[in-house]
């Protein structure tokens, strides 16, 4: 069964951990890839073949994401990449609705920072198994058991550590595995595949006591006993219900430990999971294609000017060319030349099951959310539309060019790039961000690909929410005496724009037949 063989993930990690060199080192392993620096290559590459990508060059950080497929042991392993400034957390977030687990990757002298905080959040809220992977122990780091400590209190979850360090930094001398009782040497310049690793049965082989010395087994024999009396065992069930994280300790960029935790993660990680839809629970051993589109990317061919939806394939089977329904639209589409994404290259897909995600070529029709099956009306739930928190009003230097102003934004906007809302009672293009840096993003984007110049300025609004009435009369009542602070998102749905915080909570006081919405989800 092709669904039972996949595992989907994605790293989380704050900026600098590793996450671009621990993929590259999974894609190693995988097989994808022939050569480390192939996808810091394929990155720089990337930015040569589309100019707003300099911009993210410039800043050194990644808008984009993409999608890695690579065979390991007897399993398709699908690895979704999150773009890594805290800027563009929206766009993570609906990655992070699409994986079955994610991947934790903890700097061992940094810890538990910011970024990685607020993603564990969104996977709290969906109870997202984590694996953890505690990176760079050639580096003088912090006490592991402390570290674990600092996971338990900071992030809330419980931990079961599966390796453990013996020493750290310039005496890093290897791992422990706590299930198998293999000790595995650290061997700079080697570690690429077990057969180019030293590993002993367990600790008490003769070979560790000459490999590490004595007073170093005396010191992890001493922490072993400590690390059982304070953590948990691993719990394949805690960790399944997202409350036990397993820990392994390595060296990314030394390829150290990132086989040890390939190989546990592709036997414990989950399979695809049944999704929630408007009508009933979708199981991934179904027989008829369901799947929902995540994300939306302009122009990775610049060639083209494409723009790609990515599907997360739920049920069924996709074949090359077949037709799926399109619920929200009403209409039967065509999926000619879909995509999918070999770690090696974008390739025409011939198949594609539960748990991939294949690219369909999106001229306008498809936005992020959207729901398509083999002729059943239903939608994906759980992929939410943040409120904004920052906004601008869009202004042109040349007014003439106010069409393609509208076309580029509403564009943006359907990629998640920006929000856009059309006041009910003005003509202005007001644009709302969760992120300062997305404001640059689209100006840049609307020079360079929509040819438009415009200026952002302050408007007067602090916050926004979707509203929601059951009762029509009332929903007309509440439109009539609020119209100018009301508008409309790029999907047309009513959205209250709040001059102030104080405003909206009188606001909600005078209609509580009325809900405000923070995010609003995709369905
Ligand atoms: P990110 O995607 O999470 O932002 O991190 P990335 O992999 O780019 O790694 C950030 C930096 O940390 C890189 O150094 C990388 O080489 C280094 N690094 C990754 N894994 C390890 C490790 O196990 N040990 C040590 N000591 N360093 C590690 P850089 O100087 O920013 O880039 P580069 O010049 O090395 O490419």
Do not use: W
């Given at each position: 069964m092709q669904a039972k063989i996949r595992r989907t993930f994605a790293i989380i990690s704050?900026?600098?951990?590793?996450k671009t060199t621990l993929t590259e080192k999974l894609l190693l392993f995988g097989g994808a890839?022939?050569?480390?620096g192939s996808v810091k290559g394929r990155k720089a590459a990337r930015h040569a073949t589309s100019d707003w990508m300099a911009l993210e060059k410039e800043r050194g950080i990644s808008v984009t994401s993409s999608v890695m497929q690579f065979p390991y042991e007897d399993k398709i392993v699908n690895l979704l990449d999150t773009p890594?400034?805290?800027?563009f957390g929206e766009d993570t977030y609906r990655v992070l609705t699409a994986v079955d687990s994610a991947l934790m990757v903890i700097d061992v002298a940094k810890g538990v920072e910011e970024r990685t905080i607020k993603l564990m959040e969104v996977c709290r809220m969906r109870n997202t198994p984590i694996m953890t992977f505690i990176n760079k122990l050639d580096r003088e780091g912090k006490d592991p058991i402390e570290l674990i400590d600092e996971v338990e209190s900071v992030l809330g979850i419980q931990c079961a550590p599966i390796t453990w360090p013996?020493?750290?930094?310039?005496r890093l001398k290897g791992v422990v595995?706590?299930?198998?009782g293999e000790v595995h040497l650290f061997e700079s310049g080697r570690n690429f595949t077990r057969q180019d690793s030293t590993i002993f049965p367990?600790?008490?082989?003769?070979g560790v006591l000459d490999a590490i010395g004595q007073n170093m087994l005396d010191e992890v024999r001493e922490q072993l006993e400590l690390v059982e009396g304070a953590t948990n065992p691993f719990d394949m069930e805690a960790y399944l219900r997202g409350e036990q994280t397993p820990v392994t300790f390595g060296s990314a960029v030394n390829n150290f430990g990132v086989q040890l935790l390939l190989d546990f993660f592709v036997e414990h990680a989950p399979m695809p999971q049944a999704r929630e839809t408007t009508t009933r629970k979708v199981d991934p051993t179904e027989n008829k294609l369901t799947g929902f589109v995540f994300k939306i990317q302009a122009n990775m061919d610049p060639q083209h000017r494409d723009r790609v939806a990515f599907m997360r394939i739920c049920s069924g089977k996709f074949t090359a060319g077949m037709k799926a329904f399109h619920p929200r639209v009403g209409k039967e589409i065509k999926l000619a030349n879909a995509l999918t994404f070999m770690a090696s290259d974008r390739e025409i897909a011939q198949d594609a099951f539960p748990g991939d995600v294949i690219g369909i070529h999106n001229h306008g029709t498809i936005a992020i959310g959207d729901t398509f099956t083999e002729g059943e009306n239903l939608a994906f739930t759980g992929i939410p539309n943040f409120a904004p928190e920052l906004f601008r009003r869009a202004r042109l230097?040349?007014?003439?060019?106010l069409k393609q102003l509208q076309k580029g934004l509403a564009q943006l906007s359907e990629e998640g790039a920006t929000q856009f809302f059309k006041p009910m009672m003005s003509n202005d293009l007001i644009l709302g961000a969760v992120g300062m840096l997305q404001f640059d993003v689209v100006a840049y984007r609307l020079k360079d690909e929509y040819g438009v110049d415009a200026l952002f300025e302050n408007v007067n609004v602090a916050t926004a929410r979707w509203v929601r009435c059951d009762d029509p009369k009332k929903l007309e009542e509440f439109v009539n005496k609020n119209a100018l602070n009301l508008a409309n998102d790029a999907a047309g749905e009513l959205v209250y724009l709040a001059p102030t915080r104080v405003n909206l909570n009188l606001t909600q006081e005078r209609h509580p037949e009325v809900q405000f919405l923070a995010t609003r989800e995709h369905a």
């Open positions: 704050h900026p600098d951990a590793g890839i022939q050569m480390a890594g400034h805290a800027d013996i020493g750290m930094g310039p595995h706590l299930l198998t367990s600790l008490d082989d003769p230097r040349d007014p003439l060019k």
